[in-house]
């Protein structure tokens, strides 16, 4: 189902504002899972899951409880590792930072939000 043209807008100012806010996390969202999709593992981890689902309807198929439990344990370990693979991959793409803790700048993204959506609720604003 396709994005309206407001949703498509909402999103962008989304993005940007992440981008704008935190770009060091909005750049490990992007480069770092989608390398983490990407590698040998993660096909391995994705394919061990499918295999548990394929044993978990199996079970179920036939009255043979073991198959069913070994396919969900299998499902959970395929999505583990999957989500393990690509966290490494992201904290190895991710840039030292310095030791100083940075301050997150006033009047961020989310207070914006949050004083808009007051706004609407009062009914002194005006729709986007």
Known sequence: MALSEHEERMLK??????????P????????????????PKSALFALCMVAGFAAIIAGVAIPFTLVGILGFVMVLGGLYGLVTAMRKVSNAAAPATSTSPKKAPKGGFLDRADERFRQRRDGNGTDI
Request: glycine share 12%.
């Open 13 to 22: 100012e989304l993005e940007r504002a992440l981008y704008a806010d935190d």
């Open 24 to 39: 060091r996390f909005a750049g490990n969202l992007r480069d770092g899972w989608s390398q983490g999709i990407r590698s």
